[in-house]
């Protein structure tokens, strides 16, 4: 399906647009600051955009007030069908952010369970006791999201509750013409409830996505034929950023071959993870890195990878950005107008050669050359076979080994590679080279 061969560039709204960190209720139309960034998101090679969470929500968007209408502090319903317009008529499709495990304590059944207690017709929408109470004294105590007492959780194994978002899923493909959703926290839902999501989405856009994020343990948990079609993959980000810095390019190396590689037992075969060096959630790549020279690597091996890779706004140029004092504010910051530098083009390259590949969108994956700093695998498909030729270390490396054919294009630049007498790899560089026949 389309998700297979995207590329994704990924925006936090709230915080792009420059949304004040509490929900005040007035209605400013800054959602269509976005409008600026369409032909700068087409120019870095992606072709789908993902949207954080964009409904009415009390602080940071995942606190969910209503389903139904776009937080005040971003506009109004008809501002969002605007931008989300704009997208598509640029030839982007448009991912929502789908927060469903739990909602705000501004939720509106939330709120009627305040007033009215156990005579709330809401009341099981919740999990609650009524014996007990939390720290914001209502009256009652109720499960919320890993004990952050701001996040109530939903019992979506109570059908009205189901019904209601899905109703709301219907209203953004009819309004906005949403094609597909990240779910928030997916590793907190229950397999039912993916299950019957699926169905749902299967019957509203045949070719609607679901990409649930999870963080640990086997993927397969939440990712299937009849659950999400596509996951986070921590593993692999964890892997990446930390390779490079510990200068041992077996760690993400291990990590692909175990999850990619051929042998029988692996776990993703055929999957498309989604992968990133960054995100909303944690530091900027290039804040992470120790090396600022391991940028376009990085970068290179996020693309050439098994999986679906992401763009963070404002990581294409190289925007630093870390956790502070519990916050994650400066991983979201307010930008006017998107810059452009030698790395920008870098990743619109690299977009351009992965979503031109076949091997690069579907190909099996197989370890050639491995060592502390260098690494090179196969991508392999019917067809076409890509190596990717990554050097991490400042001197340069000739790599001897078998590929398989005499001569190579590289993807990237267009460049031609004789493998003959070996294959120099100048400092910190890339490649894809797609092997003649």
């Not at 779910?183 to 699926?198: G, H, I, N, S, W």
């Not at 509203?204 to 009849?226: A, Q």
């Not at 050359?369 to 076409?384: H, M, P, S």
Request: proline residues 5%; glycine residues 8%; charged residues 25%.
């Amino acid at each position: 399906m389309w998700f297979d061969e995207t590329v994704i560039y990924q925006i936090y709204p709230l915080g792009l647009c420059g949304a004040p960190a509490d929900n005040d209720g007035a209605v400013t139309p800054r959602i269509l600051r976005l409008l600026d960034w369409v032909e700068h998101i087409k120019q870095t090679g992606a072709d789908t955009v993902l949207l954080n969470p964009v409904f009415d929500s009390d602080r940071h968007g995942y606190d969910t007030r209503d389903y139904f209408h776009l937080d005040p502090r971003l506009g109004t319903d008809d501002d969002l069908a605007q931008v989300c317009k704009a997208f598509h008529s640029a030839g982007l499709r448009v991912m929502l952010d789908g927060v469903f495990n739990h909602v705000g304590r501004g939720f509106w059944a939330f709120r009627d369970v305040q007033e009215k207690k156990w005579d709330s017709p809401y009341k099981d929408w919740f999990h609650i006791n009524f014996d007990g109470n939390t720290n914001y004294n209502d009256g009652f105590w109720y499960e919320a999201w890993e004990g952050h007492n701001e996040l109530v959780k939903l019992n979506l194994f109570n059908p009205a509750v189901v019904q209601h978002q899905f109703e709301a899923i219907r209203s953004w493909v009819d309004r906005f013409e949403v094609d597909g959703l990240r779910l928030d926290v997916a590793y907190c839902l229950p397999p039912e409830y993916l299950k019957q999501l699926r169905s749902f989405a299967n019957s509203v856009k045949p070719d609607f996505v679901l990409m649930g994020e999870t963080l640990h343990g086997d993927y397969n948990r939440w990712m299937g034929e009849d659950m999400c079609h596509s996951v986070t993959n921590y593993e692999c980000y964890k892997g990446l950023w930390s390779a490079f810095n510990s200068m041992n390019m077996f760690e993400i190396g291990h990590s692909l071959a175990r999850q990619f590689g051929p042998e029988q037992w692996t776990l993703y075969k055929g999957r498309h993870l989604l992968s990133f060096l960054d995100n909303h959630d944690v530091d900027r790549i290039a804040s992470k890195l120790t090396n600022p020279d391991h940028l376009r690597p990085a970068w290179a091996m996020a693309f050439g990878m098994p999986g679906v890779p992401a763009v963070y706004y404002g990581s294409e140029w190289g925007m630093k950005g870390a956790k502070g004092h519990g916050s994650d504010a400066e991983l979201r910051p307010a930008l006017e107008k998107p810059e452009r530098n030698e790395l920008t083009t870098w990743i619109s390259q690299l977009a351009q050669a992965k979503k031109g590949s076949q091997a690069l969108c579907y190909g099996a994956y197989r370890n050639v050359v491995l060592t502390n700093k260098q690494i090179i695998f196969e991508r392999a498909c019917e067809g076409e076979r890509v190596l990717v030729a990554i050097n991490a270390d400042g001197a340069p490396y000739t790599a001897h080994f078998d590929a398989g054919c005499g001569m190579a294009v590289d993807l990237i630049s267009g460049e031609k590679h004789d493998f003959g007498g070996g294959s120099e790899l100048p400092p910190y560089s890339a490649f894809f080279w797609k092997c003649e026949h």
